[in-house]
């Protein structure tokens, strides 16, 4: 069964704080990994990754992809308290435009 | 430029009832996408369109159809309503294919 598990399931830090989410993935045909960012309502599209060990970078965010070891990180340096949300990440397959999408982390950044 | 919206935003039914969601983009994709969103659950995809005139089936498309209208609407529709459909819906779409790029605000359905 495919599968895509993120941890921790949820995390509280301090304003300034860098913090790292976890995705695994246990999927057939595998074609790409995304994260999203989920604050009240919809999911907000952050980043593709399709090749091991190139970084993509948006500002603070930052996240890599392990293709060998079937896993992603998320990075968010210097947080704020508006990067608290919900981070859901998804494994697209080939052959058809299903996402498999994991249960997410949801990140308090306090003052 | 509205991007993707949906409506209605909230609705109520009973069991039994019929109702169709609606979905538009003004961004010319080609893919477009419903999921359900349920606490613990995560997103799973319902139904998608790759392009005009063709739908697929997603993960969970049991007790929905869909339909590609034109390039810019896709609607779910729910024949005969079940409590076990009461979730959040979201649509989205994309110029790529793979990737749901774009989401609509999402309508919550209660089913009673």
């Known amino acids: 069964e495919d599968k895509v598990v993120q941890s921790p399931l949820s995390l509280v830090v301090h304003e300034g704080d860098t913090v790292t989410l976890n995705c695994s993935y246990e999927?057939?045909?595998?074609?790409?990994l995304l994260w999203y960012k989920q604050e009240k309502k919809a999911p907000t599209f952050l980043f593709m990754l399709?090749?091991?060990?190139i970084e993509k970078k948006s500002g603070r965010l930052s996240s890599i992809l392990d293709k060998k070891e079937l896993f992603s990180i998320l990075n968010i340096t210097a947080t704020q308290t508006g990067d608290s949300a919900i981070y859901l990440c998804?494994?697209?397959?080939?052959?058809?435009?299903?996402?498999?999408f994991g249960k997410g982390t949801k990140l308090t950044v306090n003052p | 430029n509205a991007g993707v919206t949906q409506t209605p935003k909230f609705q109520v039914l009973k069991t039994g009832q019929s109702m169709t969601l609606q979905c538009a983009q003004d961004?010319?994709?080609?893919?477009m996408y419903w999921y359900r969103q349920d606490p613990g659950m995560g997103l799973r995809l319902i139904y998608y369109?790759?392009?005009?005139?063709?739908?697929d089936k997603g993960e969970v498309p049991n007790g929905y159809n869909v339909s590609r209208l034109n390039k810019r609407e896709f609607s779910l529709r729910l024949e005969s309503a079940a409590p076990s459909q009461t979730s959040v819906y979201f649509c989205?779409?994309?110029?790529?294919?793979?990737?749901?790029?774009?989401f609509g605000p999402g309508t919550r359905l209660t089913v009673l």
């Open positions: 989205a779409s994309s110029e790529a294919r793979w990737v749901s790029e774009f």
């Open positions: 999927v057939t045909n595998f074609r790409s």
């Open positions: 399709t090749s091991s060990g």
């Open positions: 998804a494994v697209a397959q080939g052959g058809s435009e299903k996402l498999v």
């Open positions: 961004m010319n994709h080609n893919s």
């Open positions: 369109s790759a392009s005009e005139g063709t739908t």
